[in-house]
């Protein structure tokens, strides 16, 4: 089946701009995450939702980044006013499900954001 | 707190010998999980193994094979007959049921390059 997707796959913005990065997960996977990835800090969490709620936040850096999930699907993660420390790879990331058992984590492609 | 330690952060190793990619945690959580990712050029985050705490049995699958050891915190992995095919970031991870969050806390990742 298809696996976790996400767009663009390649992102180039000015720095102040907004950004939407886009994840759509693996068919009947109601737990969704975020991380990023970056040369100087590795792979980082940012937030996971279990369905459209999103339990945990504590990893998101700063009050710029904000996630959504509608419809326990697709994700949205938004990044306002841009920053060049916010270039990195966004990953998203989705399992069965969080409560009880631990599923495996599938990666989706990643999304390459620079930020001039 | 969490931790994952890769030490190797680059290894080489020639086509047809035998490499190990060391992997050590730190959980103060009972049950706890512990996988292995490859991240091929292509950046794409594949996974390889998931091992639950209460599982200690060594696996093999083809080529590969991993060493989880409790009593020294170590979840080694081993590639037999390594081949070009192989070359790729390896990232050993860890989840543990801390409050709701089920997030990875990944190792800082072993660079594997493997030379024909």
Same mark, same amino acid.
């Given at each position: 089946g298809a696996g976790v997707s996400q767009s663009p796959s390649n992102k180039v913005t000015e720095k102040g701009k907004d950004v939407e990065l886009r994840c759509d997960p693996i068919s009947g996977h109601t737990a969704l995450y975020w991380y990023r990835q970056s040369l100087g800090q590795g792979l980082e969490f940012l937030i996971y939702f279990q369905g459209n709620s999103a339990p945990d936040k504590s990893g998101l850096p700063s009050d710029r980044f904000s996630a959504e999930r509608t419809g326990g699907s697709v994700s949205t993660l938004t990044i306002q006013r841009t920053q060049q420390e916010d270039s990195a790879?966004?990953?998203?990331?989705?399992?069965?499900?969080?409560?009880?058992?631990?599923?495996?984590q599938y990666f989706g492609p990643g999304t390459r954001l620079l930020v001039l | 707190a969490q931790k994952v330690t890769q030490a190797q952060t680059e290894?080489? #190793?020639? %086509?047809?010998? +035998?490499? /190990?990619?060391?992997? #050590?945690? %730190?959980?103060? +959580?009972? /049950?706890?999980?512990?996988?292995?990712?490859?991240?091929?050029?292509?950046?794409?985050l594949v996974f390889l193994i998931r091992r639950n705490s209460f599982d200690e049995?060594?696996?093999?699958?083809?080529?590969?094979?991993?060493?989880f050891q409790k009593s020294t915190s170590s979840f080694n992995f081993t590639i037999?007959?390594?081949?070009?095919?192989?070359?790729?970031?390896?990232f050993c991870a860890l989840s543990a049921p801390a409050g709701s969050a089920r997030q990875l806390t990944f190792g800082s990742g072993t660079q594997l390059t493997v030379l024909p």
């Open positions: 790879v966004y990953l998203c990331a989705s399992s069965l499900r969080t409560s009880g058992y631990q599923e495996t | 290894i080489s #190793v020639v %086509e047809k010998e +035998d490499v /190990t990619l060391d992997c #050590v945690y %730190e959980t103060r +959580d009972t /049950t706890y999980y512990l996988f292995w990712y490859k991240q091929p050029p292509s950046g794409e049995q060594n696996e093999i699958s083809g080529r590969y094979s991993w060493n037999t007959a390594s081949q070009v095919v192989d070359s790729a970031v390896y």
